[in-house]
């Protein structure tokens, strides 16, 4: 199952990136995660059912510095990644 996941509030400057990274790999969870230049936060994941409903549960809360105020999911075709990282902008 793949999820393209937006997540709004306070989620850049606080580690939600690398969080996200660290969760996604426990859960042997693939995709990539970026800010977005709007605050923020973007991700697509792909995982097994109850490893990514953890993921998405994981993300409606963040690491500990952030505030989640709302999470865009949609179904979304897999990319084919073999891991999961941060995406940097140019």
Same mark, same amino acid.
């Given at each position: ?20 990274? *660290? ?8 995709? =990539? !995660?970026? +800010? &977005? ?19 998405? *549960? ?8 952030? =505030? !989640?105020? +709302? &999470? ?19």
């Amino acid at each position: 199952m793949t999820r393209e996941i937006i997540v709004s509030g306070k989620v850049q400057g606080v580690f939600y990136r690398a969080s996200a990274v *660290e969760m996604a790999i426990s859960l042997n969870i693939t995709g =990539r !995660v970026k +800010n &977005l230049r709007d605050g923020r936060v973007w991700m697509i994941a792909t995982g097994k059912e109850p490893e990514m409903k953890r993921f998405i *549960e994981w993300n409606h809360i963040g690491p500990p510095r952030a =505030r !989640v105020d +709302n &999470l865009e999911i949609r179904e979304a075709d897999d990319p084919g990644y073999g891991d999961f990282s941060i995406e940097r902008h140019n």
